[in-house]
Antibody
Framework: EVQLVESGGGLVQPGRSLRLSCTASGFTFGDYAMSWVRQAPGKGLEWVGFIRSKAYGGTTEYAASVKGRFTISRDDSKSIAYLQMNSLKTEDTAVYYC?????????WGQGTLVTVSS | QSALTQPASVSGSPGQSITISCTGTSSDVGGYNYVSWYQQHPGKAPKLMIYEVSNRPSGVSNRFSGSKSGNTASLTISGLQAEDEADYYCSSYTSSRWVFGGGTKLTVL
C-alpha cells in the first residue's frame, strides 16, 4: 500500500524558514517524481513544485510564486522528499501535500499545516 | 501560470448525471493529454478520479468519466450518489509544471 506521510508543519513567523519532510512507503521511491501541492484555508489546490527521479536527472521545477524561496530535494536511500521553505510570507499559509507524480499526480499524503503569522 | 477555469458549483439529484467543465488554453489542456480530475471531501486529501483525460484508476467507479474537446476538458458523473458530494479539481500538465482549476463544489440535492 502506497503511503505518504508529511511532517514538519507548524507556526512560523514571516521571513523565517521551515523544512517539511515526506516519508514514502509501499513503492520504489527512487523510480518516481515527487510533487508538493498546497491548499490555503478555504481555497483551491496550488502546485508548488516537483523533483524528477534520478533517472530523469533529479531536477526540479517550481511555481512562480515560490521560485527562489522554496527548494525541493530527495533522499532515495531513505525514501524521503523534502520541501525547504525560506523567506516565508503570510500568503504561504496552507496545508502542504506531498504527492507521488508519474504524470499524473496519483497518491497524496494527509497534508501538514503551515501557518505563517507573527 | 493562470489557473484553469471551472464553474464554482454544480448540483444534481440522486440518479442524475452532471458534467463539470475545465477550460484552459492551447498551452495546457489543449496541448497535452495529461488532464486529471481529483475529488476532495472536506478535511481529506484529494483523490485521483481520472487521469490522461479519460482513464480511471483501479477502484474508481465507472460512473466517473472524462473527455476533452479543444481547450476544454470535462468530468461527467452519472447515477449521482450522496457520497459524490465533494469538491472536484481538474489539473493539466503545461511546460514542465502542473496547473489546477479553481475547483467545483458538487452538491447532491
Amino acid at each position: 500500500e502506497v503511503q505518504l506521510v508529511e511532517s514538519g508543519g507548524g507556526l512560523v513567523q514571516p521571513g523565517r524558514s521551515l523544512r517539511l519532510s515526506c516519508t514514502a512507503s509501499g513503492f520504489t521511491f527512487g523510480d518516481y517524481a515527487m510533487s508538493w501541492v498546497r491548499q490555503a484555508p478555504g481555497k483551491g489546490l496550488e502546485w508548488v513544485g516537483f523533483i524528477r527521479s534520478k533517472a530523469y536527472g533529479g531536477t526540479t521545477e517550481y511555481a512562480a510564486s515560490v521560485k527562489g524561496r522554496f527548494t525541493i530535494s530527495r533522499d532515495d536511500s531513505k525514501s524521503i522528499a523534502y520541501l525547504q521553505m525560506n523567506s516565508l510570507k503570510t500568503e504561504d499559509t496552507a496545508v502542504y501535500y506531498c504527492t507521488r507524480d508519474w504524470g499524473p499526480v496519483d497518491y497524496w499524503g494527509q497534508g501538514t499545516l503551515v501557518t505563517v503569522s507573527s | 501560470q493562470s489557473a484553469l477555469t471551472q464553474p464554482a458549483s454544480v448540483s444534481g439529484s440522486p440518479g442524475q448525471s452532471i458534467t463539470i467543465s475545465c477550460t484552459g488554453t492551447s498551452s495546457d489542456v489543449g496541448g497535452y493529454n495529461y488532464v486529471s480530475w481529483y475529488q476532495q471531501h472536506p478535511g481529506k486529501a484529494p483523490k485521483l478520479m481520472i487521469y490522461e483525460v479519460s482513464n480511471r484508476p483501479s477502484g474508481v467507479s465507472n460512473r466517473f468519466s472524462g473527455s476533452k474537446s479543444g481547450n476544454t476538458a470535462s468530468l461527467t458523473i452519472s447515477g449521482l450518489q450522496a457520497e459524490d458530494e465533494a469538491d472536484y479539481y481538474c489539473s493539466s500538465y503545461t511546460s514542465s509544471r502542473w496547473v489546477f482549476g479553481g475547483g467545483t463544489k458538487l452538491t447532491v440535492l
